[in-house]
């Protein structure tokens, strides 16, 4: 797994642009909605690659900040220019609150790819950190005394694996935090099941190779995609990991699905 991600870390943007069509975008834009951060939470992405999901978080946290300050600054039609100068230069220099994103991911490539763009684009490492971990060291690396924490899981998480990367999504969480998984999934239509898999089999190995000189990488990802558990079976592992309130939402015929659910 480790060598596929290394192979393919500089195309990966481009390629889920190319295999998605650029679809791959709205999906993480539902996922983050559906998280609805608000100034102050804590997200920790595990398996988080090139960091697609943590640069969202952040424009969606200061998008809800920039809110609450308008709001702010109509209610006080009576102070002074000065005064609303200085409280949104207050506010604006502090426009995250506490919020901060933890990045996981065992891949070091993924990782330098994703810290030189959050970099390129001026955010700063101490609201974005990179740390190349997975999510079986989680345990030994990352307890987190807050209770405003999100986890966010991908592709990437070996099914074998996945019984324990739950659990330690479940321990890393204090009471109140929530874990979201955006992934792909088993599609219910038939129809658009042959299709998809036409398509995956035959056209995702070719941009594969075309795109990023990789074949096999992409015909991996391709199978193991095959190998994660229907939404069903996934939403009971998640229960059976301790969480509560846990549901799923099929987007795209099931194409992929996003699961959550609480630690209460």
């Not at 479940?170 to 599609?187: D, T």
């Not at 898999?197 to 990488?217: H, K, M």
Request: hydrophobic content about 40%; glycine content about 6%; overall charge positive.
């Amino acid at each position: 797994v480790y060598q596929v991600f290394e192979n393919v870390a500089k195309k990966y943007d481009v390629m889920n642009d190319s295999m998605t069509l650029g679809v791959h975008r709205v999906w993480k834009d539902i996922l983050v909605h559906k998280m609805n951060p608000c100034p102050g939470t804590l997200l920790l992405d595990v398996a988080g690659g090139t960091g697609d999901i943590a640069l969202r978080f952040i424009n969606y946290v200061r998008s809800v900040r920039q809110r609450q300050l308008q709001r702010k600054l109509k209610h006080h039609q009576n102070l002074s220019w000065q005064e609303i100068f200085d409280s949104y230069q207050k506010d604006q220099f502090n426009s995250l609150g506490d919020s901060q994103v933890v990045v996981c991911d065992i891949n070091k490539e993924m990782l330098k790819v994703g810290k030189q763009r959050a970099q390129r684009l001026g955010y700063s490492e101490v609201r974005i950190l990179f740390i190349p971990l997975s999510s079986s060291e989680l345990h030994d690396n990352i307890t987190w005394h807050d209770n405003r924490q999100v986890l966010f899981y991908r592709s990437k998480l070996i099914t074998s694996a996945l019984s324990q990367a739950l659990q330690e999504a479940y321990r890393v969480l204090k009471p109140g935090g929530r874990f979201l998984c955006l992934e792909f999934s088993h599609v219910s239509n038939p129809l658009v099941s042959r299709l998809y898999d036409l398509y995956s089999f035959q056209v995702i190995p070719v941009l594969g190779e075309v795109i990023a000189g990789d074949w096999r990488s992409y015909q991996y990802l391709v199978e193991s995609i095959r190998q994660f558990p229907p939404q069903e079976e996934l939403k009971a592992m998640i229960e059976d990991a301790g969480f509560f309130k846990v549901d799923y939402e099929n987007l795209n015929c099931g194409i992929v699905a996003i699961h959550s659910g609480f630690k209460l």
